[in-house]
């Protein structure tokens, strides 16, 4: 599988039981749904996919799931969110004996590391890879930050192939092209700079609401490669109520009741998560059947 990744990635979310097991029928599903509407790689055990909630074990079931539906049709990356460094070159190997395609690799949780500790759990990481990564870089959440300076210094481990930039500054992706050009396929991971991301030059979209609307999503990106900006930008603005629900802490709960809304999902999370009550519940519900209300018509994709 090609490590020039480009295209809609779906940060998938992890389906549960009502008893906290893990649901592989539904994943097999939602993962089949997602390829069929045309999206370009999967990417499991992220964020969105609760991998602070999953075992170790668990997370290679949901990986090896994957591996199973996608059958070769699209990259599976398989995101790695560990406490230290040495976890995480072990969590790559054992993905690796899974399938894994390549890998989503974040900091080292929980410790907030300096720059010359983040360059070192990188290039150790890198190193230690039998397949590509995409570094996940997300300052926002995990108070780590990767700047286009430290790109720079990674710029020459080959193994680390392209960027989540999830800064919530989309000045980086000019700034990270002209410090180091093409040397890594830039991706955009926050939902609702999606669109001007991809404007700027990015070539990828890791995305979350594609989880409960991935034709709508898969359209934005795919008139945006073919310039058609303007056709773009209305379905953006119909998405974009839809994606602010992603620039949350409980993205995981809005994304999965969005989910359950649009009938191609369940809302179950694990503890300490819990589905969403009051007010939280009822702006996500408000949110999601007024887009279903109005839902684009799509077949402005047929004609050129």
């Known amino acids: 599988m090609s490590d020039r990744w480009t295209g809609v990635f779906p940060a998938v979310t992890t389906k549960f039981r009502e008893d906290y097991s893990l649901d592989f029928s539904e994943m097999e599903r939602h993962f089949e749904a997602q390829i069929a509407a045309g999206v370009h790689g999967i990417v499991v055990t992220g964020t969105l996919g609760e991998n602070a909630s999953l075992s170790s074990s668990e997370k290679q079931d949901v990986l090896k799931t ?23 070159c072990r969590a790559l190997d054992e993905g690796v004996r899974n399938g894994a395609d390549g890998f989503m690799v974040l900091p080292a949780m929980l410790y907030a590391a300096d720059p010359r500790e983040t360059l070192h759990h990188f290039r150790t990481v890198a190193r230690a890879s039998e397949r590509p990564i995409m570094l996940y870089n997300n300052p926002v959440a995990y108070r780590v930050d990767v700047t286009p300076e430290m790109l720079t210094e990674l710029a020459n481990e080959p193994n680390l192939v392209a960027i989540k930039e999830s800064s919530d500054d989309v000045r980086r992706i000019s700034d990270i092209r002209n410090l180091v050009g093409e040397r890594y396929q ?37 008139l945006a490669r073919a310039g058609r900006y303007h056709e773009a930008l209305e379905i953006y603005r119909w998405f974009m109520p839809m994606l602010h629900l992603d620039v949350s802490t409980k993205l995981v709960q809005n994304i999965k ?11 179950t999370v694990r503890p300490p998560r819990l589905p969403l009550v009051g007010e939280e519940r009822a702006h996500v519900e408000r949110v999601v059947r007024r887009a279903l209300k109005h839902r684009p018509d799509l077949s402005i994709l047929e004609t050129a």
């Open 66 to 88: 994957a591996v199973s539906v996608g059958s070769g049709r699209v990259p599976i990356l398989a995101g790695i969110a560990e406490n230290t460094t040495d976890l995480a």
């Open 186 to 222: 830039i991706f955009t991971g926050v939902d609702n700079l999606a669109l001007e991301s991809l404007m700027l030059g990015a070539v990828g979209w890791v995305a979350g609401l594609v989880c409960a609307f991935p034709e709508e999503t898969v359209a934005i990106y795919e």
């Open 257 to 267: 009741l969005a989910e359950a809304i649009a009938g191609v999902g369940t809302e």
